[in-house]
């Protein structure tokens, strides 16, 4: 089975952080046409399953190219580095004590007399360094520093993790 | 490439023989059965030209007395064996059912499934049992309509139905001996149905309200060129329109200067007066009412002050599937409203008024899911090449797995495209240890008791080895309807281990196969010639298939040897499906044929992967 092909090579790239979405909906959208488990309807139960793993496999490579912080783990792991696991920890202290600042804030933003603004601006300057972070990881990939392009892995699940907390929050102040 | 280059005549079935395939609409209200005819979708009607048939049924100390129109007539008389709205009983607990409070006048029992039965003349009966009537009420009406047999059909769920409420319509389909060529989430059918996705270069975005009688969802689609993918779906499986009914019944018994404890009757007939009213609004600006000796009016206004709360529990579900989609109201091209309860105009304005446009509702909100899932069914029976219409749809609620302390780790988010499979790790914690439990769950809440009990799953098998030496590997498979399937194996000795699988709400293969049989039984159908029947029409699928298969790539994938031991499979099997007249021997040579040909399969599909990401079709490679 022709399951083991790396994700960029399903997807026709080459293995780079830098990724066209347009690009990378049309190959998606062609691939399921032909291996969705929709187009082996009327075919036996082998094929069925088949189809099934295949498209799964699919899905599976989208998501990760698709996402900036799944993108980058995926990179390294082609690597030999994990850096999926959740306990995974920069060793930079100034930006360790800055989350420690950001979640404080986050927090706090329930007693703020305008809570839906102050969560914007915490969006907003999250949002910016996990940009920010991208870029730097780029740079280290692209010139081999995996090191250092592990430790910035680290900062993005920081701002990722940040980023679905401040929307869990807006939710949540939505529904009162 | 013409089949019958390759079938000997006579012998072959007929490759371009059409089809005959549904769409089901099993509605908590009322369903409906549609199919294709001169490619037009069309609802079909019943002998008096009915199109909805109630989802109702009557039970009396006999069985199942009457389906449909006959049985909602019971509805007042004899309420506790009148069995109406159990769509909102599939797959659930008897603790939600409990939770629906005085909602449905029926009495529960617990089976040892977890899974409630209703207490009727006729006995404990299941809600899937009830869903297996109607849906084999509207098989039967199709099969008049084509003068023959069912090839297979497409049924449809609400897109917020989690796994227990998916698996528990397709066993209903199962016990009334329906084909399911696949579950379809109702708003994508709806999408189908209204073809915004012809004469279309720019790929857009739209939005489909579905209020139907007892469920809402609210779904956002990214549509390309026949692509319908699904980027985020929400809503609530326990309100609709019934809810409208019951808030307007609540006032009136209020009016009235009723008790909060009726009986049965009192309780029907308040929610028929207060359904009336409702029904009666929707082109008047007041209704009188007239129950139980008391005369009053009721006004927009008053029903609005009544429903408000209600659409705007629907409204935080759209914009919070916005906000998953990652877009915001400008971003939505069209808005759909689909579901009978969106006739209510109240509805329509609200929407309209969080979308900041008018929705489409210019297709029966009644028979649009229906019609969609037809045009669905025609393509994957096969009757139409399906050009490229593909529906790529979305797990609607997270996967997640039991962890110490009772909380849940997530292993397949919500909103992940389906089909998705993903893996676990574990180890064993004990010396010896050979077996190992699995608590699956689906929700989003971080308590694994917030979250709804989907199965447990006993992994035994596993060889003894000191404490954490074991890895055992879990697979979660999520298919294209939405049903889970797990499968776990010991990777330092590569042993499978067994599963023993507990639904927690729903039937288990045992249960479903005993029902079957009564089924049966009690019917007028030959079981055995229906059975014997389905095989006949896979042996001649998979003949068909394999020599076609054989034809095209037999040269390149198969070495002589291989190729003349798959012939002689199918030689055999040919020759049982013309001779035999019992299903289980067919069954047998199918099942052994499909195991002597999977690695065929196996390499054809490597073949085709292959060439996909080479960017040529197989067809290329074999002339080169």
């Known amino acids: ?176 | 490439m013409a089949l019958l280059q390759i079938s000997e005549p006579g012998q072959s079935p007929q490759p371009h023989q059409r089809k005959h395939a549904v769409g089901i609409d099993l509605g908590t209200t009322n369903s409906l059965v549609a199919t294709v005819r001169s490619g037009m979708a069309e609802v079909l009607a019943d002998e008096q030209g009915r199109e909805l048939l109630p989802s109702v049924a009557h039970y009396t100390s006999m069985g199942v007395s009457c389906v449909g129109h006959e049985a909602a007539e019971h509805n007042v008389s004899d309420p506790l064996n009148t069995l109406a709205s159990v769509k909102r009983l599939m797959g659930r607990g008897l603790v939600d059912v409990k939770s629906f409070g005085d909602q449905l006048p029926y009495e529960f029992a617990a089976d040892d499934g977890g899974m409630p039965k209703i207490k009727t003349m006729a006995g404990l009966v299941s809600p899937i049992q009830v869903s297996a009537e109607i849906l084999r009420k509207l098989a039967g009406r199709a099969e008049i309509a084509f003068d023959s047999m069912l090839d297979g059909a497409v049924i449809t769920v609400p897109a917020y139905f989690d796994e227990a409420q998916r698996q528990a319509t397709k066993d209903a389909a199962t016990l009334a001996g329906i084909k399911v060529l696949r579950l379809l989430n109702e708003p994508t059918a709806a999408a189908i149905a209204y073809g915004l996705d012809q004469d279309q270069d720019q790929e857009r975005i739209i939005a489909i309200y579905d209020l139907g009688g007892g469920t809402f969802d609210i779904s956002i689609l990214r549509l390309s060129k026949g692509v319908f993918e699904v980027l985020a779906t929400g809503g609530d499986s326990a309100l609709g329109g019934d809810d409208f009914d019951h808030a307007i019944a609540d006032w009136l018994r209020r009016q009235i200067g009723m008790g909060e404890n009726l009986d049965p009757i009192e309780q029907r007939t308040l929610l028929e007066t207060a359904k009336s009213a409702k029904e009666e609004l929707t082109v008047a600006e007041q209704a009188e009412l007239d129950v139980f000796d008391w005369q009053g009016t009721i006004t927009r206004p008053i029903m609005h002050s009544l429903i408000d709360d209600l659409i705007d529990k629907t409204l935080r579900a759209c914009k919070r599937s916005l906000r998953d989609a990652g877009l915001n109201t400008a971003s939505i091209s069209n808005v759909i409203l689909v579901g009978g309860s969106t006739r209510t105009p109240r509805v329509g304005e609200k929407v309209a008024e969080l979308f900041g446009r008018e929705p489409l509702c210019n297709l029966d909100p009644d028979q649009v899911v229906a019609m969609g899932a037809a045009l669905q069914a025609e393509v994957l029976v096969g009757n139409k090449s399906g050009d490229d219409m593909l529906l790529l749809d979305v797990i609607p609620l997270s996967l997640g797995v039991e962890t110490m302390g009772g909380l849940i780790e997530k292993i397949i988010h919500r909103n992940t495209t389906i089909p998705v499979a993903k893996a676990q790790e574990f180890t064993t914690f004990k010396d010896g240890q050979t077996a190992m439990a699995i608590h699956i769950l689906q929700g989003e809440r971080e308590l694994a008791s917030d979250c709804r009990s989907l199965a447990r799953f006993d992994l035994r098998g596993i060889p003894p080895m000191v404490a954490g030496a074991a890895k055992i590997r879990v697979a979660y498979q999520v298919d294209a309807d939405g049903l889970l399937s797990v499968s776990a194996r010991e990777l330092t000795s590569n042993v499978e281990s067994r599963i023993e699988v507990k639904p927690s709400y729903g039937l288990g293969e045992e249960e479903i196969t005993n029902m079957l049989q009564d089924s049966f039984s009690n019917a007028r159908e030959d079981m055995q010639a229906r059975a014997l029947r389905e095989q006949q029409v896979e042996a001649d699928r998979m003949i068909e298939d394999l020599l076609a298969a054989i034809y095209k790539d037999g040269d390149a994938l198969l070495d002589s040897e291989e190729r003349r031991c798959l012939k002689v499979a199918i030689e055999e099997l040919r020759e049982l499906r013309e001779t035999t007249k019992e299903h289980r021997p067919l069954a047998r040579q199918i099942e052994s044929v499909a195991k002597a040909s999977e690695e065929f399969a196996a390499r054809r599909m490597d073949a085709s992967i292959r060439s996909a990401l080479a960017g040529q079709s197989l067809d290329e490679i074999d002339k080169g």
């Open chain 1, 1 to 176: 089975m022709n399951l083991s092909s790396d994700f960029f090579e399903i997807f026709a790239i080459p293995a780079t952080w830098q990724v066209e979405p347009g690009q990378l909906d049309l190959r998606y959208r062609s691939l399921q046409q032909e291996f969705h488990p929709d187009r082996y309807a009327n075919k036996g139960a082998v094929e069925k399953r088949l189809a099934v793993q295949t498209a799964s496999l699919i899905n599976q490579a989208y998501e990760t190219l698709k996402s900036p912080l799944k993108r980058a783990q995926y990179l390294l792991q082609l690597k030999q580095i994990d850096a999926s696991q959740d306990s995974h920890i920069t060793s930079d202290g100034t930006f360790l004590m800055h989350q420690i600042e950001l979640r404080e804030e986050l927090s706090d933003v329930r007693n703020n007399e305008d809570p839906f603004a102050a969560l914007n601006s915490l969006r907003t300057g999250v949002e910016a360094s996990y940009i920010e972070q991208q870029s730097q990881f780029q740079i280290q990939y692209q010139s081999q520093a995996y090191d250092q392009a592990y430790d910035t892995v680290a900062k993005m699940q920081f701002s990722a993790k940040l980023l679905d907390e401040i929307e869990q929050l807006e939710v949540d102040l939505e529904d009162q």
